[in-house]
């Protein structure tokens, strides 16, 4: 059974820094393509970035371009996002999601939005 389990949100300040991470079970990492989406009120979700582990593809979207960095430790089967110079316009819920590399690919996953399974989401707050 599929099931990814989001940590690492809070409330932080303006140009500070958050990692968020991404336990997955029922699967390996290399198999999938796993994404980071963000939902912030009255907003539609967007795909933050996205990677593909067994070719090492990443993307970013525009407006976290060289603030955020995605990674992933098959060790442990989790995936990070680093959040720095965080914004107050990057208060959302963020989600891990994924879906089967045969299907996908990072940017593919990251601007569709079309995860086949998804996380319970943690709240990231930017604040003074």
């Known amino acids: 059974q599929v099931q990814l389990v989001e940590s690492g949100g809070g409330l932080v300040q303006p140009g500070g820094s958050l990692r968020l991470s991404c336990a997955a079970s029922g699967f390996t990492l290399d198999d999938y393509v796993i994404g980071w989406f963000r939902q912030a009120p009255g907003k539609e979700r967007e795909g933050v970035s996205c990677?593909?582990?067994?070719?090492?593809?990443?993307f970013y979207t525009n407006s976290v371009e060289g603030r955020f960095s995605i990674s992933r430790d098959n060790a442990k089967n989790t995936v990070y996002l680093q959040m720095n110079s965080l914004k107050p316009e990057d208060t959302a819920v963020y989600y891990c999601?994924?879906?089967?590399?045969?299907?996908?690919?990072?940017?593919?996953?990251?601007?569709?939005?079309?995860?086949?399974?998804w996380g319970q989401g943690t709240q990231v707050t930017v604040s003074s």
């Open positions: 990677i593909q582990a067994s070719i090492s593809a990443t």
């Open positions: 999601a994924a879906r089967h590399r045969v299907f996908t690919s990072s940017q593919a996953l990251c601007v569709t939005a079309n995860p086949r399974y």
